[in-house]
């Protein structure tokens, strides 16, 4: 049967949705889609850029703050703008947003298990970092269960949403775009997986961080949770008695 949003969701009964039958490559956002925003983790990522951009310019935070999200907004990721504008090491940059406290994040066996049923691959496709990606997946539980990471190193700096990244990821991991499916909690970073011809999965973490851009017909499903979703999957994959 079709897999589809929740009864109330407006996406969930659109004429043309893509069904996921045909999906061999699943390819999934790290912050905030393959753990909760409510884990904070990213909030934590965020007071650390805007400490981090307050110190190399000598700003106060609410002048850092302001100054980050127009980096974000203008540039894709606030590592980009600083880069551009600031000359910033991304290294540097990388490793100290990333260096997080992770014991609000709880190992998630239930997600380990529905991502392992998943048929084909899974990749990681993160404007992260590879080392943040691997310790959030290590303490998730889920690490063993990814074929590659795309970060924001191996896509030379050049962050989602752009098209020109999208391809390159396509390319670097033999994605066939159209048996392949992609999860992220950023309506905007859809937009290319969907206009390369990618199923596309919005997990709607109701934050402001997610709205840019607002929601539009390139998106094909949506979930509360990547849990919820893929057991919204797992049932229609498996038959059971009913
Ligand atoms: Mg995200």
């Known amino acids: ?9 407006p996406t969930s009964t659109r004429p043309g949705t893509k069904m996921l039958g045909h999906v061999e490559t699943w390819v999934f956002d790290l912050d905030n889609t393959l753990y909760p925003a409510s884990s904070q983790l990213f909030a934590q990522i965020d ?38 504008s600031h000359s910033v090491n991304p290294d540097a940059f990388l490793g100290y947003v990333h260096d997080i406290d992770l014991s609000g994040l709880d190992p998630d066996p239930q997600l380990a298990r529905l991502l392992a049923a998943l048929p084909g691959r899974r990749i990681i496709y993160t404007n992260g970092s590879v080392g943040h990606a691997e310790r959030i997946t290590a303490r998730l539980g889920i690490d063993h269960l990814f074929h590659g990471i795309q970060d924001i190193v ?10 020109a990244a999208f391809r390159r990821f396509l390319d670097d991991h033999d994605v ?12 905007h970073n859809l937009l290319p997986a969907h206009d390369l011809g990618l199923a596309t999965i919005w997990i709607d973490q109701k ?6 851009g607002g929601i539009g017909d390139h998106i094909h499903h949506r979930a509360e949770s990547l849990t919820e979703f893929l057991h919204r999957l797992d049932m229609d994959r498996t038959p059971h008695d009913g």
């Open 154 to 163: 191996s896509s030379a700096f050049d962050p989602k949403p752009s098209h």
């Open 1 to 9: 049967m079709a897999i589809s949003g929740s009864i109330s969701d």
């Open 176 to 187: 066939a775009p159209d048996q392949a499916a992609f999860f992220d909690d950023m309506p």
């Open 207 to 212: 934050s402001d961080w997610s709205r840019p």
């Open 47 to 84: 007071t650390r850029m805007t400490t981090f951009v307050a110190d190399l310019l000598s700003l106060d935070r609410q002048a850092a703050k302001d100054l980050q999200k127009q980096l974000f907004h203008e540039h894709g990721t606030t590592l980009s703008g600083l880069m551009r």
